[in-house]
């Protein structure tokens, strides 16, 4: 069975409600990104980074799967299927897909402040937090890569990249890294799919599907069939 690996980003995500990471003016959910997706934010105001994700998933409670993220999980029939996200949502989770990466963290977790290896899962009933919420004896803070925080996962993202019988991009503008510089750990010869309605600018020989990720996944499916 060919390992088939796919990159997912904002796109995948938007067609089920979630708010895209940002817009072009800096602001996400009209608050400046700095003060809630950065280190220094959260330092200087925790409370309003708590409530900014407390706020995320109670939005994140209304969403539902789209056909993309269901037709990623159909891949799993005919492939060894990992999915590399940069979502924090769990909307492939919930999905069904068995292999997930988060690479910026994930937003139905909090973690440890004095041990971040310490993560805790939430619930809807427990989704709300703020700088005074304990779990297990712990203070918690989103389990979130910020801005000025390293990308723990890039390291094993990479490494799936390089093993990828087929490498799968959706649904991103390739302009935030670590994550879009995944594709240059494909392997020369690897087939590489990308769809994304407005595809940004990508190396020759990368098969282009200009459209959004739930009409993109249906054309997929079909030209993977080549391989199986």
């Not at 089920?16 to 700095?34: C, H, K, Q």
């Not at 993309?68 to 897909?97: C, M, W």
């Not at 390291?155 to 935030?176: K, R």
């Amino acid at each position: 069975m060919k390992k088939l690996v796919i990159s997912t980003g904002a796109g995948i995500s938007a067609e089920s409600g979630i708010s895209t990471f940002r817009d072009a003016d800096g602001l996400w959910e009209n608050y400046p990104v700095m003060e809630v997706c950065s280190a220094d934010g959260f330092a200087r105001n925790p409370a309003l980074v708590h409530k900014f994700y407390s706020d995320r998933r109670l939005q994140l409670q209304q969403a539902q799967p789209n056909a993309a993220h269901l037709g990623l999980v159909e891949l799993e029939k005919h492939f060894d299927v990992y999915v590399i996200t940069q979502n924090v949502d769990d909307l492939h989770e919930r999905a069904g897909s068995k292999n997930i990466l988060h690479l910026h963290g994930e937003l139905m977790k909090a973690r440890a402040l004095d041990d971040e290896s310490l993560t805790f899962r939430l619930t809807p009933e427990t989704c709300v937090t703020t700088p005074e919420t304990v779990i297990e004896g712990h203070h918690v803070r989103p389990h979130i890569v910020f801005f000025q925080e390293a990308v723990p996962n890039f390291e094993p993202a990479t490494a799936l990249a390089a093993e990828a019988d087929i490498f799968v991009i959706i649904g991103t503008s390739l302009a935030v890294y670590p994550a879009a510089a995944l594709l240059h750990y494909v392997r020369k010869g690897v087939p590489v799919y990308y769809i994304d309605p407005r595809p940004a600018a990508v190396p020759a020989g990368v098969h282009v599907i200009k459209a959004p990720a739930t009409e993109g996944v249906k054309i997929l499916a079909q030209e993977l069939k080549k391989y199986y």
